[in-house]
C-alpha cells in the first residue's frame, strides 16, 4: 500500500508526501526495489543527481529482472548524459542508459517508452539519429496516439533529412490537438 500510495503521490507531484511513503516501502524487502527507484525518481526531479544514482544502483541490483526498474534506471542515466558538460562523462552515461534500455527491452518488448526513450539517446549530437528514427517508428506503432512520441519522431525525421515525413507527422500533432478547428 505504501508503495502505490508513494507513486500516486508522485504522479501527482506530490512530492513530500511520496518521499514520506516511498521510505516507509524502503522498509519491506518486497516493495524495496520499486521504492528505491521512486526515491531515485524524485531526487532526479530535484536535480539532486548525485543523491539519486545509488537509489537507481540498489533498485537494479536488488530487481534485476524488471522492466520498470531498468527504464527508469536507464532515464536516469539519460537525464545524467543530457546535463553533463564533458564529453567523455556524457559518452559513460549513455552506454549505461542504453544498457539499460536494452535489458528493459529484453524483459517486455512492448512497452513503447523503453523504444521512445533509447531512441531520444540517439538524439543527441554525435549518435546514430538513424538508430532514433527506428526507435521511434516501433514506439509509435506500440502508441500511435501519443504526441509526445510523434514529436519525437518529428524531430528525428527532420534531424536526418525526411522532410516529408517530418511534415506529415507534425500535421498529425496538429490535427490531434485541434480536431475541430481549421
Known amino acids: 500500500i505504501s508503495l502505490n500510495l508513494g507513486q500516486i503521490a ?29 526515491l531515485g525518481d524524485l531526487l532526479k526531479f530535484a536535480g539532486d543527481y548525485e543523491a539519486a544514482r545509488p537509489h537507481f544502483e540498489t ?10 526498474i531498468q527504464l ?24 549505461r542508459a542504453r544498457m539499460n534500455f536494452v535489458a528493459a527491452w529484453k524483459l517486455d518488448d512492448t512497452m ?19 538508430k532514433a ?11 500511435p496516439s501519443s504526441v509526445q512520441i510523434r514529436a519525437m519522431l518529428t524531430e528525428a525525421y527532420a534531424a536526418v533529412g525526411r522532410n516529408d515525413d517530418a511534415i506529415g507527422q507534425a500535421r498529425l500533432i496538429l490535427a490531434w490537438g485541434h480536431e475541430d478547428s481549421e
Do not use: C
Open 72 to 95: 527508469d534506471a536507464a532515464e536516469f542515466w539519460l537525464t545524467m548524459a543530457t546535463n553533463s558538460r564533458f564529453p567523455s562523462e556524457q559518452e559513460d552515461y549513455l552506454k
Open 133 to 143: 528514427v527506428e526507435m521511434f517508428e516501433q514506439a509509435a506503432l506500440l502508441h
Open 10 to 38: 508522485a504522479r501527482f507531484r506530490k512530492y513530500d508526501a511520496a518521499e514520506k511513503w516511498y521510505e516507509i516501502a524502503l522498509r519491506d524487502e518486497a516493495t524495496r526495489p520499486w521504492a528505491e527507484a521512486g
Open 112 to 130: 513503447p517508452e523503453t523504444y521512445a526513450m533509447y531512441g531520444r539517446s540517439y538524439l543527441m549530437e554525435g549518435s546514430n539519429v538513424e
Open 59 to 68: 533498485a537494479v541490483a536488488l530487481k534485476p529482472d524488471d522492466p520498470h
